[in-house]
């Protein structure tokens, strides 16, 4: 990045977006993602960047939407949507088989339009990745769903997807690995709606945001204090890796409460009793705006008219190619020397392939469709 430049000590990481907010960089550190703090110099992160020039910081969104589709302007909806998608290929968001495929042909819909068999030869799906481990069986499961799904355009396309994401158990998930009682381990998952607790993989304890009084630490022990419906607070203890992360934790905590908190003015008897039992116990805040604050915020008026979404193509892989109808082989760099070799792969007579291709005999045309770097997957008459 072009601001990485000079010393060290000048370094100041700041990207400015449309609606004049500070886009927060991240930077990632023995596994686990810390948010830099725009108000401080990249220098002042001394305690989480140990390495560098030059730094790798990646942008990425803090906050998930509790529903992304009602975010109000497309271009939000669409980096979303990048978010999400990234967060399924990099397996942060796990997906049954059915909801993969589902989710990358709303993918493939958004990037290249309405099928076309003259234009999306078999194998296309196989030029994109959606999921970890990617399987030929799922891109023809792909294939299948986006012939069904014509005539979206690729904001809708972008809707569909996060509709069918954010109901997924991990969507939004900002895990945090601890321990339990007897060493046990734990992940406390950050979300829109509270904490979740998993053991083993599977959900053990879900706490809502107005319901958490108190998270407090010292040291690598953290606390998780939470009211219940009877108006008595029960304190839950965790053990993080260290003193470090289990800070991270908390710095992530406090935030996350205080984004997704109800409003202040609220009158309802929980918030009164809230205040009553007291504040989250640190000194440290987020400073931003809430997520009801923004969505109320009087001189932002969204959607901004005549905003142009600008979308960028996702990267691609050489193509699987047909070596049989519904089957597929890896290329090697020796079946490309020359076009003769292939014809003799598709028709078993060199010569007669060739003559067939460069002077058809009786006045017969031959279609030949290509795939990648010459390759000949059908030879048709008419």
Same mark, same amino acid.
């Given at each position: 990045?072009?601001?990485?430049?000079?010393?060290?000590?000048?370094?100041?990481?700041?990207?400015?977006?449309?609606?004049?907010?500070?886009?927060?960089?991240?930077?990632?550190?023995?596994?686990?993602?810390?948010?830099?703090?725009?108000?401080?110099?990249?220098?002042?992160?001394?305690?989480?960047?140990?390495?560098?020039?030059?730094?790798?910081?990646?942008?990425?969104?803090?906050?998930?939407?509790?529903?992304?589709?009602?975010?109000?302007?497309?271009?939000?909806?669409?980096?979303?949507?990048?978010?999400?998608?990234?967060?399924?290929?990099?397996?942060?968001?796990?997906?049954?088989?059915?909801?993969?495929?589902?989710?990358?042909?709303?993918?493939?819909?958004?990037?290249?339009?309405?099928?076309?068999?003259?234009?999306?030869?078999?194998?296309?799906?196989?030029?994109?990745?959606?999921?970890?481990?990617?399987?030929?069986?799922?891109?023809?499961?792909?294939?299948?769903?986006?012939?069904?799904?014509?005539?979206?355009?690729?904001?809708?396309?972008?809707?569909?997807?996060?509709?069918?994401?954010?109901?997924?158990?991990?969507?939004?998930?900002?895990?945090?690995?601890?321990?339990?009682?007897?060493?046990?381990?734990?992940?406390?998952?950050?979300?829109?709606?509270?904490?979740?607790?998993?053991?083993?993989?599977?959900?053990?304890?879900?706490?809502?945001?107005?319901?958490?009084?108190?998270?407090?630490?010292?040291?690598?022990?953290?606390?998780?204090?939470?009211?219940?419906?009877?108006?008595?607070?029960?304190?839950?203890?965790?053990?993080?890796?260290?003193?470090?992360?289990?800070?991270?934790?908390? *710095?992530?905590?406090?935030?996350?409460? @205080?984004? &997704?908190? !109800?409003?202040?003015?609220? #009158?309802?008897? $929980?918030? +009164?009793?809230?205040?009553?039992?007291?504040?989250?116990?640190? *000194?440290?805040?987020?400073?931003?705006? @809430?997520? &009801?604050? !923004?969505?109320?915020?009087? #001189?932002?008026? $969204?959607? +901004?008219?005549?905003?142009?979404?600008?979308?960028?193509?996702? *990267?691609?892989?050489?193509?699987?190619?047909?070596?049989?109808?519904?089957?597929?082989?890896?290329?090697?760099?020796?079946?490309?020397?020359?076009?003769?070799?292939?014809?003799?792969?598709?028709?078993?007579?060199?010569?007669?392939?060739?003559?067939?291709?460069?002077?058809?005999?009786?006045?017969?045309?031959?279609?030949?469709?290509?795939?990648?770097?010459?390759?000949?997957?059908?030879?048709?008459?008419?």
């Amino acid at each position: 990045m072009g601001c990485f430049c000079g010393a060290p000590e000048e370094f100041y990481c700041e990207v400015l977006l449309l609606d004049e907010s500070k886009l927060t960089l991240t930077t990632k550190q023995q596994g686990i993602k810390y948010w830099l703090d725009p108000l401080k110099t990249l220098a002042e992160h001394k305690d989480l960047i140990t390495t560098g020039p030059p730094y790798t910081l990646y942008f990425g969104v803090k906050f998930y939407a509790e529903d992304p589709c009602k975010l109000k302007e497309e271009i939000t909806r669409y980096q979303f949507f990048l978010q999400v998608k990234q967060d399924v290929l990099q397996g942060r968001l796990p997906c049954p088989f059915n909801i993969s495929a589902q989710l990358a042909a709303h993918a493939i819909q958004s990037e290249l339009g309405d099928y076309d068999p003259y234009k999306h030869m078999p194998g296309y799906v196989s030029e994109y990745r959606f999921v970890p481990d990617q399987k030929e069986e799922l891109e023809e499961a792909i294939e299948q769903i986006h012939k069904t799904i014509m005539g979206q355009v690729p904001a809708e396309a972008e809707a569909n997807y996060l509709r069918i994401a954010k109901s997924l158990e991990m969507y939004g998930v900002d895990l945090h690995p601890v321990f339990g009682e007897n060493r046990s381990e734990y992940f406390l998952g950050l979300t829109p709606v509270g904490v979740v607790v998993y053991k083993n993989k599977t959900q053990v304890g879900k706490y809502f945001w107005p319901r958490i009084t108190k998270v407090h630490f010292k040291e690598a022990q953290f606390e998780l204090r939470v009211m219940g419906k009877d108006c008595n607070e029960t304190s839950f203890f965790f053990e993080a890796p260290n003193k470090m992360a289990c800070k991270h934790l908390w *710095k992530c905590c406090v935030e996350h409460h @205080t984004f &997704f908190r !109800m409003p202040e003015n609220d #009158s309802s008897s $929980l918030t +009164r009793k809230l205040t009553k039992f007291g504040s989250l116990g640190s *000194k440290h805040r987020y400073t931003g705006k @809430t997520a &009801f604050q !923004m969505g109320k915020d009087p #001189s932002v008026q $969204l959607p +901004r008219p005549d905003l142009q979404v600008l979308r960028c193509r996702s *990267k691609t892989y050489p193509k699987r190619v047909a070596q049989a109808p519904g089957k597929f082989y890896k290329r090697s760099s020796s079946e490309f020397t020359s076009v003769t070799p292939i014809f003799e792969k598709y028709n078993g007579e060199n010569e007669a392939a060739k003559n067939k291709f460069v002077g058809p005999s009786s006045g017969k045309r031959y279609l030949v469709f290509f795939l990648d770097v010459g390759t000949i997957i059908k030879m048709v008459n008419y």
